[in-house]
């Protein structure tokens, strides 16, 4: 048994809750098969004065949406001076804003599907439907309606038809103040999650993903046998690598650190789209990380086992 030990936080009061305390579950699990002391921490009102009492040797954020995701709680552990697992508060904060990220990568020469993007006050002050009529002149149909922020496709849909564009709306709203709307790319859907180590950032295999319905939404992904995974996925050699390429660049482009996964839609062109990155992957048994690292030849523990090491070797950041 090692003497280090490290706190896993899960859990929150994000959306994305019961998935997050089901990552933690699963990693806690397999980071004490590799000797280390594992508590799980809730991020919750007695989160701080647990980090100033006990103080860990590291945490490890497997805290989904929200503060987990958009640097909140990576700026309290460096206000903190905790080392930590992961992207830091800024890089969080570049990759939390999906339009922010992906005109970023645009301008980078990353190739990401077209989009605009529309608070909630335009369609009240404009009209709903002259703004929806104008959308669909933009980027046609279908088309992917997503909140700007946030993880687990909660609120998106692909909407195929003009008549559903006011329920589409209206369902994406619940979960944000402002839409992304995304021309669809119907090709092959990846996720790619990128380890840093001492060589520096790569790609795991990807891993494809065929929801039985067609749309990988939140009951595709936390449901078992509603979607067949293929890790590696079956792309031919130059396809795979262009799909690792983009997501190290990505990760890179984004300032991210230690572990990432990102998404990303091949076309029937071969050309890779990307379409947005996580800073905190889930890490349940459905979850596309832990696929990824199977397929590497890795164990879940091992992996974040090395990157706590990282983090407390970085311990000056």
């Not at 997503?146 to 209206?170: N, T």
């Not at 891993?207 to 067609?214: F, H, K, M, N, Q």
Request: overall charge negative; glycine content about 10%; some cysteine.
């Amino acid at each position: 048994m090692s003497d280090r030990w490290v706190a896993v936080l899960a859990g929150g009061l994000s959306h994305e809750r019961e998935v997050s305390l089901r990552s933690g579950r699963r990693l806690s699990a397999a980071l004490r098969a590799t000797g280390l002391m594992v508590e799980e921490w809730d991020a919750d009102a007695s989160l701080l004065a647990r980090l100033r009492e006990q103080r860990p040797d590291a945490v490890v954020v497997a805290l989904h949406g929200g503060e987990g995701e958009n640097g909140s709680i990576q700026a309290v552990l460096e206000m903190l001076g905790v080392p930590f697992v992961g992207s830091d508060s800024r890089a969080c904060r570049r990759a939390w804003d999906k339009p922010s990220a992906k005109a970023e990568l645009a301008r980078a020469g990353l190739s990401t599907p077209d989009w605009v993007v529309l608070p909630h006050s335009t369609f009240r002050e404009l009209g709903a439907q002259a703004v929806l009529d104008a959308m669909v002149d933009r980027l046609g149909l279908p088309m992917v309606l997503k909140p700007d922020q946030g993880g687990s496709a909660l609120g998106a849909r692909v909407v195929r038809e003009a008549s559903e564009l006011p329920a589409a709306m209206v369902g994406c709203l619940a979960y944000g103040e402002t839409v992304l709307a995304e021309r669809f790319v119907d090709g092959v859907e990846v996720a790619v999650t990128v380890l840093e180590g001492s060589e520096g950032p790569e790609p795991l295999p990807a891993v494809e993903i065929v929801p039985d319905s067609g749309i990988y939404d939140y009951t595709a992904r936390y449901t078992a046998g509603l979607t067949e995974f293929h890790a590696p996925a079956r792309l031919d050699p130059t396809t795979a690598a262009a799909v690792g390429e983009l997501a190290v660049a990505a990760h890179r482009l984004l300032g991210l650190r230690d572990i990432s996964r990102t998404d990303a839609v091949v076309a029937p062109d071969g050309t890779v789209q990307f379409l947005e990155v996580n800073v905190s992957p889930g890490l349940t048994e459905t979850s596309l990380l832990p696929m990824a690292v199977e397929a590497s030849g890795r164990s879940l523990g091992d992996v974040f086992a090395a990157l706590v090491e990282r983090a407390v070797a970085h311990d000056t950041r």
